[in-house]
């Protein structure tokens, strides 16, 4: 598929491979998840990558915007939501065709912008892989421009405090970390680089949705093992307040939530304002095998 109606610079990072649409706003669009890859990796279970489900998502609400509803490729998108994210894939990650079955529901196609929600089962084969739901807009430049503000844009902001350490947010590489211990707040510090093949695949004027959505996933990560020995994400609701500026230093902070499940509120605050805020549930994983999770390193 080409890149560009999944808004990614790389070709590597295409997931999508089609489409078909069997009855109007109904679409079957079909994904193959890369076997190896230098930021996807399995859990110590073995069970895929949780944003592999997230990006798949991503990409099949940005491309069938461009073929079905004559979204031109030029608009901006702006995703607002993610919503009862559940990962149920009970055995290890399988590398054939992934089918995502779409029920869309524009609510907004005017001059200069669409808006739409969207309901996704994942499934491989027979067998499914997990759900989830998913609200954007997209708008013309122009438009986007005058939500955004016209800022003018400083460095970066400075990545101060200590990185943690992969195992203790779930990575493998130090480059994938996006956790600074802060000392002030007793919570963390999102951790930016630009020049992370990934997080940051093509130029954005603000933080991504998807580096939040990992950050909060890792805070969740430190919350759930210190009560879990191993965790699995199985569970993922997240709402975006703002625009999270790359110059102005992000906060997170995550608290357990009372109840029988291992869950999790996250919030991203900045400039004193919440910004983004998360529910994440986890499980403890039944069948560690630590050589499968080591493979991918």
């Known amino acids: ?48 990558d949780p944003l592999l489900f997230v990006e798949t998502v991503r990409q099949a609400g940005i491309y069938l915007s461009h073929r079905y509803y004559q979204v031109p490729l030029d608009f901006r998108f702006v995703f607002q939501e993610l919503t009862d994210l559940t990962v149920d894939h009970p055995a290890p990650a399988a590398h054939g065709p992934v089918t ?22 994942l499934s491989a084969g027979s067998e499914r892989l997990g759900r989830a739901s998913v609200r954007w807009i997209a708008l013309r430049d122009a438009a986007y421009q005058r939500i955004r503000g016209r800022r003018e844009r400083s460095a970066t902001a400075p990545n101060t405090g200590r990185l943690l350490r992969p195992a203790e ?29 990934y997080y940051f695949d ?14 909060f996933r890792q805070v969740g990560w430190c919350t759930a093992a210190r009560i879990l020995p191993t965790v699995r994400l199985i569970g993922l609701s997240t709402g975006f307040r703002s625009f999270c500026e790359l110059d102005v230093p992000v906060f997170l902070d995550g608290e357990q939530i009372p109840g029988d499940e ?36």
């Open 1 to 48: 598929m080409p890149r560009e109606l999944v808004h990614k610079k790389a070709v590597g990072e295409v997931l999508l491979t089609g489409a078909a649409t069997p009855r109007p706003d109904v679409f079957t669009v079909f994904a193959k998840w890369p076997r190896r890859h230098r930021f996807y990796h399995p859990d110590p279970t073995g069970l895929p």
């Open 100 to 121: 995502a079955t779409t029920y869309c529901r524009p609510t907004t196609a005017s001059h200069g912008r669409f808006a739409a929600s969207m309901d996704v089962v």
């Open 169 to 197: 947010v779930g990575r493998l590489r130090d480059r994938d970390v996006l956790l600074l211990d802060d000392s002030d707040s007793g919570g963390w510090r999102l951790r930016l680089d630009e020049r992370h093949p």
């Open 202 to 215: 093509h130029p954005t004027d603000h933080v991504p949705g998807m580096v939040l959505l990992e950050a």
């Open 262 to 297: 291992v869950s999790v509120r996250v919030v991203a605050t900045q400039s004193g304002r919440t910004a983004a805020t998360g529910t994440l549930t986890f499980a403890p994983c039944h069948q560690y095998t630590p050589d499968l999770f080591e493979q991918y390193r």
